[in-house]
């Protein structure tokens, strides 16, 4: 074979292998289509806030990279529907309401106070792996399903804020154990009885 030929041949290798991981990623993406909920609409008027500087944040905005959001079974169970799982340069937005990731070139995240479940540093996620606590990770929900956002700020040092605003976020946990506003009432003694009066 000339150096011709074997080029070529490299090249239709190498375009069915993109082919094939293609076909694989369209085809996770209507499984998972399938057994997940529809994720959070981003509120428009929040999303034109950030943009525009008139935003009312609880921390400044932290620039870096969206690494992807993966489902809690697995930190390598990349989540395929939509544009989720495509990484990007993004801006992150912490606001009352929850967490804004306003990505370059995709659709912005949205995770809403309520879904927060824990957030934390980690080593990597599927998409980015940067060792040590290179990663802030929000572990969420929508219904039953829980999954983790990686995002990965150009100044690490703001994990030390973010990590306990995000979770100062979560629902307060309902103990049930815990007093209630009803008073309880102690039982009514019981009257001595004396025999032979």
């Not at 400044?60 to 079974?73: C, F, L």
């Not at 973010?162 to 100062?168: H, I």
């Not at 629902?171 to 009257?191: F, H, M, S």
């Amino acid at each position: 074979m000339n150096r011709l030929t074997l080029t070529l041949l490299f090249l239709a290798v190498l375009a069915l292998l993109v082919l094939l991981m293609w076909w694989g990623y369209r085809n996770k993406a209507r499984r998972q289509a399938k057994v997940l909920p529809p994720f959070p609409d981003v509120p428009a008027a929040l999303l034109a806030a950030v943009r525009d500087g008139s935003a009312v944040t609880l921390l400044p905005p932290s620039t870096g990279v969206y690494a992807s959001t993966v489902t809690a079974k697995s930190w390598q169970d990349r989540v395929a529907i939509g544009d989720l799982g495509f990484r990007a340069e993004a801006t992150a937005y912490l606001v009352a309401d929850g967490l804004l990731l306003d990505r370059v070139g995709a659709g912005a995240v949205w995770i809403p106070a309520g879904a927060v479940r824990e957030a934390r540093t980690e080593a990597g996620i599927a998409g980015k792996v940067m060792g040590g606590d290179g990663l802030l990770v929000v572990r969420w929900a929508v219904d039953e399903h829980e999954f983790d956002t990686g995002f990965r700020a150009d100044d690490k040092d703001d994990y030390d804020r973010w990590v306990p605003a995000l979770r100062a976020l979560r629902p307060a946990p309902t103990d049930p154990a815990a007093p209630t506003d009803t008073p309880v009432l102690a039982p009514a003694p019981t009257p001595e009885v004396r025999h032979g009066e």
